[in-house]
């Protein structure tokens, strides 16, 4: 399923993923375990007449090796010894929340250049089809640009500052010229990538829209999980009653 890395192999990648931003551990899936995921992004994205198809939460990879995957014993300690040893604290007991995301067509090249930081404090990417000719929408990384915000209203002023169309043009454009010089991967299916996603500006290149490009991420604790302005805000956005009656300390009356 997923090997059993000794403690020295999390030393090292923290300290790959706090000096040069990204550590890797080589040749963890199994080349069957590939196949498999590569047939059934062939299929999805061939479902969608070859265009950009995600799969998003637990049910909708049920059955995949990458739900096995999220639920080895080896590979969750490796993600809590990761965690422990960068932030010396231990991990609260979560789970991953999991995202397949297939580049292919035109909406595939749209799902690019996006830059962000991520909700959650732990990335691993697990690259399983990577375009071999033209581009092959590599990951860009500017390593640990900030450090874990202690509250949800200081990562949303970075959210708002990174997230408009002017830091992203110019972000852009500066990576493109060559005058902002970012960490860029060449991932190798086989290999696990872990970097800092919540402190580290990131995005994918494109590739060619004949092509696809895929890549499984596993989300590791949410630092702002219980924050109450995010709470408020999701509900605002939905639409939601801001408290709900338990909240409220409203008894709602049982039918007899
Ligand atoms: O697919 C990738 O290479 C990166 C995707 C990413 O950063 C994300 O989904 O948060
Ligand atoms: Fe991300």
Known sequence: MFPSLPSETAIALVGDMNTRGYGVAENCISPEALASLRRHVQDSVSQTGGEYIAFGGPDALRGTFLQEMARSANFQALCRDLYRIGTQKSAPPVSFYQLLRCLAGKTGQQNAWFFHYDSYVLTVLVPILIPTEGQPGDLILFPN?????????????????????????????????????????????????????????????????????????????????HSWLRKTLLRLRNRQPLMTPVEAGIKIPQPA
């Not at 640009?145 to 949800?152: G, S």
């Not at 991967?185 to 994918?204: K, L």
């Open 145 to 225: 640009t900030r450090p874990i915000r202690k509250t949800y209203l200081g990562n949303l002023i970075d959210k708002i500052l990174l997230d408009n169309a002017l830091t992203q043009f110019l972000l852009r454009k500066g990576v493109q010229t060559g005058r902002v010089k970012p960490e860029k991967i060449r991932m190798t299916p086989g290999n696990v990538y872990f970097f800092w996603g919540c402190r580290s500006v990131h995005t994918n290149e494109p590739c060619d829209p004949d092509k696809i490009r895929a890549t499984a991420l596993f989300h590791y604790v949410d630092p702002h999980a």
